[in-house]
């Protein structure tokens, strides 16, 4: 599978982005999906994931600012984002494996065998 991320850029703080992360190459509708970050010397921590029957995993740095959604028509995951914070700032990563994973492993990354190659996300105070 390929994995296609885009809508990083640069946005003040407070403001709003939506990542998106277009799947080709095989049955979207049956994977889980993630995001992922890292920031500049730090290491790459979950953001959010979305299951094949759309319930999600919201990590708590981001929970109440972050959503996560998917379109299985379109072979698309969002990531929207708000209520943007400089520490937010991280190039964005989304993932995928084949099949379903369970809950307690979907904030893993190693468990993700996909992966695109990032969009970057900055947030300017």
């Known amino acids: 599978v390929q994995l296609q991320a885009s809508g990083g850029g640069l946005v003040q703080d407070g403001g709003s982005l939506r990542l998106s992360c277009t799947a080709s190459?095989?049955?979207?509708?049956?994977?889980?999906m993630a995001w992922f970050r890292q920031a500049p010397g730090k290491e790459r921590e979950f953001v959010a994931s979305?299951?094949?029957?759309?319930?999600?995993l919201i990590a708590d740095s981001v929970k109440g600012r972050f959503f996560i959604s998917r379109d299985n028509a379109k072979n698309i995951v969002y990531l929207q984002m708000n209520s943007l914070k400089s520490e937010d700032t991280a190039v964005y990563y989304c993932?995928?494996?084949?099949?379903?994973?369970?809950?307690?492993?979907?904030?893993?990354?190693?468990?993700?065998?996909?992966w695109g190659q990032g969009t970057l996300v900055t947030v300017s105070s």
């Open positions: 993932a995928t494996r084949s099949g379903r994973i369970i809950t307690s492993w979907r904030h893993r990354a190693e468990v993700y065998s996909d």
């Open positions: 190459g095989r049955t979207f509708s049956r994977d889980d």
């Open positions: 979305i299951g094949t029957g759309s319930g999600s």
